[in-house]
């Protein structure tokens, strides 16, 4: 099987429990399950088919280039990558160490963002997001290498 290094894992962040709202809070580590979820995130065990979102740095330099200042996780998103994922097509795996994820959706746009900058859901629409299911589980932590299968 054919793998080329997409990056790294910048970043990681979950929605446990107790929290609410955005930026999503930063974590050590997310432990995928396949068939649940991110282990104690408040959205595990639904919606499986977008139960990890991506999204690349490129989505944050966007919107400082527009002068809107924002926070990692204030996307909502669960892993940051140093490259642009939105170059790669729903049905794309991706493996991360043991882990396996495939793209299933982009992102809709999400209003809630414009409490960030009323401008940033329209500059942001094709770099919202992607959702992915997990196809392998394992752990996720920063500075891992990205691989497309």
Not at 81 to 97: A, E, K, M, N, S
Request: one cysteine or more.
């Amino acid at each position: 099987m054919d793998k080329k290094i997409l990056g790294k894992v910048l970043d990681t962040f979950s929605a446990t429990k107790g929290s609410s709202g955005l930026p999503r809070p930063k974590v050590e580590k997310l432990v995928l399950k396949e068939g649940y979820g991110i282990e104690n995130d408040k959205f595990a065990g639904d919606e499986l088919h977008k139960t990890v979102m991506i999204i690349g740095k490129k989505s944050y330099d966007m919107a400082k280039e527009e002068g809107i200042e924002l926070q990692r996780g204030s996307y909502g998103e669960n892993i940051l990558f140093d490259f642009d994922p939105h170059t790669l097509q729903v049905g794309d795996r991706l493996q991360i160490v043991d882990a396996l994820i495939e793209i299933t959706e982009k992102c809709t746009l999400c209003n809630h963002l414009s409490v960030f900058g009323a401008k940033l859901p329209k500059l942001i629409k094709n770099h919202r997001g992607l959702y992915c299911k997990i196809i392998k589980g394992g752990e996720i932590v920063k500075n891992l290498t990205i691989f497309l299968i």
